[in-house]
């Protein structure tokens, strides 16, 4: 089974791991959050983020999702990389993860391109419409 990581800026990582779990009725194995706080520096990260790697990799990869692009998680991330082994995805959200987790059995590059595409599929622009039963007011 691929692990999955995610490495964000301070409460992000658990709050998504939090709801992953509510979505999917529980946390899924293999599955592992890493918080970097406004204070850390970030070479003190790095053997963390490698440690998490290493527990989560059972021989199937692990892919690692970053919040920003460019910010100091998501740089944390690319030190991590490993074709074939290790890949990674920077602009998590909910929508991305739960595909991703859904894919998991399908290999580290399936897993990889649907992560994205679930992310960009699940943003959408709501317009107004009827008021439905699961609403108020």
Do not use: W
């Not at 692990?3 to 999917?24: C, K, Q, Y």
């Not at 993860?97 to 992560?115: F, H, N």
């Amino acid at each position: 089974m691929i692990g999955v990581l995610i490495i964000g800026h301070d409460a992000l990582p658990a709050s998504l791991a939090a709801a992953v779990a509510h979505v999917l009725g529980e946390r899924p194995p293999q599955f592992d959050v890493l918080s970097v706080a406004c204070d850390d520096d970030p070479l003190d990260v790095l053997p963390r983020a490698r440690a998490a790697v290493a527990r989560l990799d059972t021989g199937d990869g692990v892919l690692v999702f970053s919040d920003i692009y460019g910010a100091t998680p998501c740089n944390l991330v690319g030190k991590l990389v490993e074709a074939g082994r290790i890949e990674a995805v920077a602009g998590v959200n909910l929508p991305m993860l739960v595909r991703a987790l859904t894919y998991r059995d399908k290999g580290l590059e399936t897993m990889a391109k649907k992560a994205v595409s679930g992310g960009c599929e699940g943003v959408l622009r709501l317009e107004a419409g009827p008021v439905h039963a699961a609403t108020r007011g």
